[in-house]
């Protein structure tokens, strides 16, 4: 993805940052430094910014650096612990986002649940961790038991070996969702085709010229037009046309009639 | 994340297998083979395995090989285009990721809503493409064109420039969990806006003869024919025309021509 999603807009909202002062992103025992950038790069695209280091194995390191491209300042600023239990100390709810495990029993929230549950957490003043464990070993007994509830991706069984930074990532967009208050919308759904597209009415006046011309270039030929026209309208309504097109397609059919006129005029002549 | 994320399940269901064959993501004009190779394990973590590159600047690639991790399949079984109108020739639904661009009027959907499009169009029977331009400049005017639609994803306004796999990721995950029946609900409403809609190459040789039409009638008078061009492109792919409409538009077509080529007989008599 490039350069700025959406320039136009300014700094995210109180609405966001307040909560977002309150979620913490934890990695646990990272083996990788490139991994610790790549985390950072995902939290600050997602307006987060608190991450948190348990016992990282390299750190910090030349690659954590360079993965963490303008992410930089959350790598200086990151909190640094030795047990999972300092780094949790202080909060009111902690997701460990791992594998299924029969190891610890568990409650399972979905991403989107889990970001549900950890902004209502922080909109109500409490303190929120998402705990992510090393790559390969993920997160031990002793850390699952820290956790009120386990995160769990719905990967592909055959094949769910998530990058570490791909699931932070994953994880901190529905962070993200949630903390913009479109957790479960579809305000898309609704969305026209064309916003810019101009009232029904003004439509009319296109469809008028439209049926001149096609009787002008001899397009029924007999048949009835009413059929025609009816389909035409149906695509153009469809489609959603703003004042440039319909002076556009105006401009095309003021040129055709021109052109049946002349034509009419030889056979006249 | 780490190992199996749920190895009791199996593997996929026939609901999921079916729609996620008709998925394609492709990466146009890669210019780090690494991102190649992270992409190819996004998108195979979330249960998608068609991979295609268009124009990339290094490929095959150590670091893709590197990067793809257990994905190297995907790799190895990369369709490979020179340009994206062939990579997304048989689409019936082309999503394009991309920053929120004022240059083409493009309808933008949420990752959430874009899923949702994307899985009724495939299971459906469409095929569907999910396309992410250049690390640095994304996707240029022409390739933006042969769009439906943009996606974006809500990033951080001070910081949002996701890594291309980091994006790949998330609407991968979206994807599943829409493949999944997890996702919005809203699929129907946001259905593409025809969903009988011919595919791109077959709006070609419309496209060709309303070239040749508004020559025909004069209707450039001197100006630069592309711009016109371009906004009529943009109005019809965006419309979704379906065969009974190209037959129709191109009957009109013809006659404007019938008539262009009578007038000129004139002038010239």
């Known amino acids: 993805m490039q350069a700025p999603l959406n320039p136009e807009s300014g700094t995210d909202t109180a609405a966001v940052v307040g909560p977002a002062n309150r979620l913490r992103i934890v990695l646990v025992g990272t083996q990788h430094p490139g991994n610790i950038g790549s985390a950072a790069r995902a939290i600050k695209?997602?307006?987060?910014?608190r991450l948190v280091l348990v016992a990282p194995q390299k750190f910090p390191h030349a690659e954590a650096d360079a993965m963490a491209a303008g992410a930089d300042d959350i790598l200086?600023?990151?909190?640094?612990?030795?047990?999972?239990?300092?780094?949790?100390?202080?909060?009111?709810?902690?997701?460990?986002?791992?594998?299924?495990?029969?190891?610890?029993?568990?409650?399972?929230?979905?991403p989107r649940d889990a970001a549900a549950s950890a902004h209502a957490?922080?909109?109500?003043?409490?303190?929120?961790?998402?705990?992510?464990?090393?790559?390969?070993t993920g997160l031990d007994n002793e850390e699952l038991?820290?956790?009120?509830?386990?995160?769990?991706?719905?990967?592909n069984p055959?094949?769910?070996?998530?990058?570490?930074?791909?699931?932070?990532?994953?994880?901190?967009y529905e962070l993200r969702l949630a903390l913009l208050g479109e957790g479960d919308t579809a305000s898309a759904a609704i969305a026209p085709v064309n916003p810019a597209a101009v009232p029904h009415a003004e439509l009319e006046g296109f469809f008028g010229q439209l049926a001149e011309t096609l009787d002008a270039i001899d397009f029924h030929k007999g048949r009835a037009p009413e059929s025609a026209m009816?389909?035409?309208?149906?695509?153009?309504?469809?489609?959603?046309?703003?004042?440039?097109?319909?002076?556009?397609?105006?401009?095309?059919?003021?040129?055709?009639?021109?052109?049946?006129?002349?034509a009419g005029a030889r056979n006249a002549g």
Chains 1, 2 share one sequence.
Do not use: W
């Not at 957490?121 to 390969?136: I, K, N, Q, W, Y």
């Open 45 to 49: 695209t997602m307006g987060l910014h």
């Open 76 to 110: 200086s600023h990151a909190a640094r612990f030795d047990t999972l239990a300092e780094a949790v100390a202080d909060c009111r709810l902690v997701l460990g986002c791992t594998a299924r495990s029969r190891r610890v029993q568990l409650r399972e929230l979905r």
């Open 121 to 136: 957490e922080a909109a109500a003043g409490g303190e929120v961790a998402l705990v992510f464990g090393r790559e390969r």
């Open 145 to 155: 038991q820290l956790c009120h509830a386990a995160v769990h991706i719905p990967a």
């Open 158 to 172: 055959d094949y769910s070996s998530l990058n570490l930074a791909a699931a932070v990532q994953v994880l901190s």
């Open 230 to 262: 009816r389909k035409l309208r149906r695509l153009f309504v469809r489609t959603g046309l703003d004042e440039k097109e319909v002076r556009l397609l105006r401009g095309i059919l003021a040129d055709a009639q021109r052109m049946a006129r002349l």
